[in-house]
T-cell receptor, first 113, second 116 residues
Framework: GENVEQHPSTLSVQEGDSAVIKCTYS??????FPWYKQELGKRPQLIID?????GEKKDQRIAVTLNKTAKHFSLHITETQPEDSAVYFC????????????FGAGTILRVKS | GAVVSQHPSRVICKSGTSVKIECRSL??????MFWYRQFPKQSLMLMAT?????????EQGVEKDKFLINHASLTLSTLTVTSAHPEDSSFYIC????????????FGSGTQLSVL
């Protein structure tokens, strides 16, 4: 089955700096890659996603890049703010309504002001 | 996005009792829902896929007789933790896809289960 690895486990950045979180996946059939942000005790919130037919997607300060050949994808947050502090999870799926999402281990992002 | 409602948000129970958690899709129909479990400072681990009108599909290592799933309608799935023990204490969270939003998976607010 699919295995998703995520690095780093923790990341501290200064406010205004950029943050990059990287994930690799094992199943070449995976074609949908979302990123979630989770605050303590809260539900995961989808922040951006990408499909395998696209190499990059951007939404304001957040961008995701995908290298399908190398089977890795990354989350980029620019101009970080204290409210970006949370746990971020990457995930992978073979797509489709009933197909499960497999999550990475998560990255604790701390933005220091 | 789609709204997934989950109740209760927090449960404290004695060891040996059963606890039922409800997951509802509020503004869409969901023939499939997913139940995850999350231990402190860990990732979301899929427990089972709930299928409306049929048996749930459990992930390897998840006891189907302990974690009973019922998906009796297109908007409601329930997870019952039977004979709960302290090691079952965890954050349980359901999720579903709204066909109007493609592959995006939306999560309920989660249930923090504490077994004494």
């Amino acid at each position: 089955g699919e295995n998703v690895e995520q690095h780093p486990s923790t990341l501290s950045v200064q406010e205004g700096d950029s943050a990059v979180i990287k994930c690799t996946y094992s199943d070449s059939a995976s074609n949908y890659f979302p990123w979630y942000k989770q605050e303590l005790g809260k539900r995961p919130q989808l922040i951006i996603d990408i499909r395998s037919n696209v190499g990059e997607k951007k939404d304001q300060r957040i961008a995701v890049t995908l290298n399908k050949t190398a089977k890795h994808f990354s989350l980029h947050i620019t101009e970080t703010q204290p409210e970006d502090s949370a746990v971020y999870f990457c995930a992978a799926s073979t797509g489709g309504y009933g197909n499960k999402l497999v999550f990475g281990a998560g990255t604790i992002l701390r933005v220091k002001s | 996005g789609a709204v997934v409602s989950q109740h209760p948000s927090r449960v404290i129970c004695k060891s040996g009792t059963s606890v039922k958690i409800e997951c509802r899709s509020l503004d869409f129909q969901a023939t499939t829902m997913f139940w995850y479990r999350q231990f402190p400072k860990q990732s979301l681990m899929l427990m089972a896929t709930s299928n409306e009108g049929s048996k749930a599909t459990y992930e390897q290592g998840v006891e189907k007789d302990k974690f009973l799933i019922n998906h009796a309608s297109l908007t409601l799935s329930t997870l019952t933790v039977t004979s709960a023990h302290p090691e079952d204490s965890s954050f349980y969270i359901c999720s579903a896809r709204d066909p109007g939003f493609g592959e995006k998976l939306f999560f309920g607010s989660g249930t923090q289960l504490s077994v004494l």
